[in-house]
């Protein structure tokens, strides 16, 4: 009977020197020397294998948030043009009753699709609106590399995370497909634009609005590359409104500054005319205009102002309420 030990040694001395095929025995039983160097080979061939395997993921849990969305999105279908020139069903993506800026702030909405066009929205042009022509936003809070959304909670309900389904597909109407990319969100995708997470905001209550223009000195409107939208000669101005400040329903506006008489109540909700510019008295947010029925320049303001002409207006002729 072979010694096992000697087998053993016998098997190693064999498969380096390569002799004639002949049989060897083990313990458990026969197999021939041709089976011997075809299991060597094949554990040699594995173990490059997962030498390779373990070199390719060597450091994947380093990356950012942006890296990993941006391998998901390579899931998403690109296609040119609108959502309704590639017949994409109306319910399902930016067009659907439930994707309205003020119904997807109740709860995450995910799209089957999204539209990103190029266009015109009130003073913005260009600016970014979606398939139901409503206005995108980015936040100066938020960073762009690597892209990172910092607005969750009640900032979330009043500015809603724009969401495309895993999966799904994006219309690509003249905004460069090299610009738009994706971080993983509420078990989706958050679009972003030149790095940057866009937004809904749900006081914006019909297409074409641009109510969330210049709140807080941190929101504004997002250019095709992911530049902010009439932050440079667009006759935009910054404003100290919190985005997070209840609306107001109410203003008195008065005559001369430091709130001297004649006065003018006015009450939203919605745009309304404004007869006096010399100061106002205000609790919440609203939105003031230099041009009649809520056009033109405008400046977003949370609290009395003493003097209006202080705040870069000539004059004041609307006011809009998101009560």
Not at 42 to 69: K, M, Q, T
Not at 71 to 91: E, I, K, M, V
Request: charged share 15%.
């Amino acid at each position: 009977m072979v010694n096992p030990a000697v087998a053993g040694v016998r098997v190693k001395s064999e498969i380096a020197s390569e002799p004639p095929q002949r049989a060897i025995i083990y313990p458990s039983g026969v197999f021939s020397m041709f089976h011997a160097r075809t299991v060597f080979a094949s554990c040699a061939a594995l173990s490059v294998l997962l030498l390779s395997a373990c070199s390719h993921n060597e450091g994947e849990g380093d990356s950012s948030e942006s890296s990993s969305a941006a391998a998901t999105g390579a899931d998403l279908s690109f296609r040119d043009g609108t959502a309704r020139q590639n017949n994409a069903d109306a319910n399902t993506g930016d067009t659907a009753a439930t994707a309205a800026p003020a119904a997807a702030a109740k709860k995450p909405v995910v799209r089957k699709w999204v539209q990103l066009s190029a266009g015109k929205a009130g003073a913005l042009n260009p600016v970014v609106i979606n398939g139901a022509g409503f206005t995108l936003y980015r936040f100066d809070k938020d960073t762009a590399n690597p892209s990172k959304s910092n607005c969750f909670g009640e900032c979330a309900t009043t500015w809603p995370p724009y969401l495309v389904a895993k999966g799904g597909r994006v219309f690509v109407d003249g905004v460069p497909k090299s610009s738009i990319g994706f971080i993983q969100r509420d078990g989706a995708l958050q679009v972003t634009i030149g790095g940057w997470p866009i937004y809904l905001f749900n006081k914006d209550l019909k297409p074409g609005d641009t109510n969330g223009q210049g709140v807080g000195g941190t929101w504004f409107g997002v250019t095709p590359d992911g530049q902010k939208a009439g932050n440079a000669g667009g006759g935009q101005t910054e404003t100290s409104a919190s985005p997070t400040s209840p609306p107001a329903t109410a203003g008195t506006f008065f005559n001369s500054p430091n709130f001297g008489d004649p006065s003018q109540g006015v009450a939203g909700p919605g745009c309304q005319a404004v007869r006096f510019s010399g100061s106002l008295q205000i609790s919440g947010f609203a939105k003031i205009w230099e041009g009649d029925n809520c056009t033109g320049k405008s400046v977003t303001v949370d609290k009395n102002l003493a003097d209006l002409s202080a705040i870069g207006l000539t004059q004041v002729k609307s006011i809009r309420f998101f009560n």
